[in-house]
């Protein structure tokens, strides 16, 4: 069993920076890709960035050149900094980890964090 538990999230001006944490525990294979999705109010869950086998990165073009994902393998932490936020990055985030190595669609995901709540006021 996994256990996925994000922390960071908060309130923000248009234009701030935030990091967000995710601790992975129980049995993890390093290996496999891991990322961050997230939920705006009223809107379906969205793919964010992904870190997969060898360390490769991917983001959605909403967020490309402002947010850097990376994961410390370690401390079994994943991260998500972010800046020049805007208030369209309002929603609650989610960690996910992925049954396979290199991919991380929404539909390859084994297990979801609880979310972290981010707000970017304008």
């Known amino acids: 069993q996994v256990q996925l538990a994000e922390s960071g999230g908060g309130l923000v001006q248009t234009g701030g920076s935030l990091r967000l944490s995710c601790l992975a525990s129980?049995?993890?294979?390093?290996?496999?890709?891991m990322g961050w999705y997230r939920q705006a109010p009223g809107k379906q869950r969205e793919y964010v960035a992904a870190?997969?086998?060898?360390?490769?990165?991917n983001y959605a073009d909403s967020v490309k050149g402002r947010f850097t994902i990376s994961r410390d393998n370690a401390k079994n932490t994943l991260y998500l900094q972010m800046h020049s936020l805007k208030p369209e990055d309002t929603a609650v985030y989610y960690c996910?980890?992925?049954?396979?190595?290199?991919?991380?669609?929404?539909?390859?995901?084994?297990?979801w964090g609880q979310g972290t709540q981010v707000t970017v006021s304008s």
């Open positions: 996910a980890l992925s049954r396979f190595v290199l991919t991380l669609r929404a539909s390859d995901i084994d297990y």
């Open positions: 129980g049995n993890i294979f390093n290996n496999r890709a």
């Open positions: 870190i997969i086998a060898g360390g490769s990165t």
